[in-house]
Structures are given as structure tokens and as C-alpha cells.
């Protein structure tokens, strides 16, 4: 087996391949916004990289959110083309997932922690990979008070760990790694995904969905200006 995974979830993303042996080829940068731009030439490279072709991969796996908006369309659009393309399954996984994965050897608690913007944060905990709770959306200063009676050792990780890295500093109990590896790399993208396509997780390219947690900022703005409308009749 032999898994593409690729992430545009937010700033830092780009792509990577794996295989039942290992890391094969993992092509990872600073995107900004230009994700549109810069996911495929990253594709490339790892395909040349490795001397494979899109064609020998088993299935695609995908980072279907939280994160940038345009990120997240840009990367599934991506994505599906190729499985719709190739009649390849894809193993959609959370940005959450895929950075517990990266961490999942760690004997504690790990919260990816991914910036929300507003002073909020989307995360979730996991144990040895698996989650513990559902995924939330909370204020960063919430989610301190929550953990304040926790005893054990906490890691955060991701760019919202050091983001927040005041905030969390906080807590007696936290932990953090080096800033050059807290952020999701597309290889453990594409390590889960393989875990996953083991399991039998795969989806179909129509069945894929973006894993945005709340509306984007035109939809607020938009659901106000509706409920002014509103008030007004």
C-alpha cells in the first residue's frame, strides 16, 4: 500500500508519500495563501522525488479541517480530483488527528491545539493516538480554567500550541516540543491515513466533507445582515 497525503489546512502544509515500509518522499513549506498555487508543484515533487506517478498510489489521504477555509477547499478539490480521476479511495482525517498521530507515542494527554482566531482554539485530547472527547471549539482561556485540576502531564502541539504557548505556560503541567516539530507534517498525514486504509476507513471521493467546526467570517457576516433584514420587516 501506498498513501499520498496532503495538507493545506493552514500556513505551513505541502505533501508526502508512505508506505508499509516507511517514509518515501515528504515535500513540506510555508504556503500563506498562495495554497492554490503551491500544492500541486509540492505533489510533484514528491512524486518525482520518489519516481512514482499518481496511479501507483493506493488511495489519497486529506486534512479536511479545522483550519483555513481556502485551505481546506483548495486541498479536498485537490484530492478528489485525483481519486475521481484514478477511482482511488480517500481517507479524509482532522487536522486534530493527524498531529496526535504525529505525537502518539507520548505516554500522557496531547491537545493539538489549532488557532481559531478571536482568542479561540479548536482542539481535542487523545491518548496513544485515540481520541478521548469530541473535537471543540472554545476560548483559550476556557480550556486553561478546564485543565487548571489536571495533575498529569499535558502535551501541546501543533502551531496553535505555540501560538497560545503564553496561555497554556500557565498550566504547571504542560508541555511542549521544539517550535520545528510542533507543526503537522504531511507524512503523519499520510501515516494515519494508511493506519486507516488498514482498517478499512476509506471513502469515496463524493462522500468527503470539510471538517470546519463553525461558519467562516462572510457566513457571520452574512447571518447578521439577514437578522437586520429581519428586524426591520
Known sequence: MIILGVDTSANMGGAAIVS???????????????????????????????GLNLADMTAFAVVTGPGSFTGIRVGLATVKGFAYSLDKPIIPVTAMEALAWQFRGYPHLIYPIIDARRREVFTQPFLGGKPVKAALNCKISDLVAELASYSEPILFVGQ?????REHLAQLPQAVFPAAEQAGLRPSSVAGLGLHLLQQGMEQNWYQVLPFYMRKSSAEYQFDSMERKHESRE
Not at 496553535?160 to 497560545?164: F, H, P, Q, T, W
Open 20 to 50: 508499509g515500509q516507511g517514509l518515501v518522499a515528504e515535500y513540506l513549506l510555508r504556503i500563506h495563501n498562495g495554497h492554490s498555487e503551491r500544492i500541486i508543484p509540492a505533489v510533484e515533487r514528491v512524486l518525482s522525488d520518489s
Open 160 to 164: 496553535g500550541a505555540l501560538d497560545y
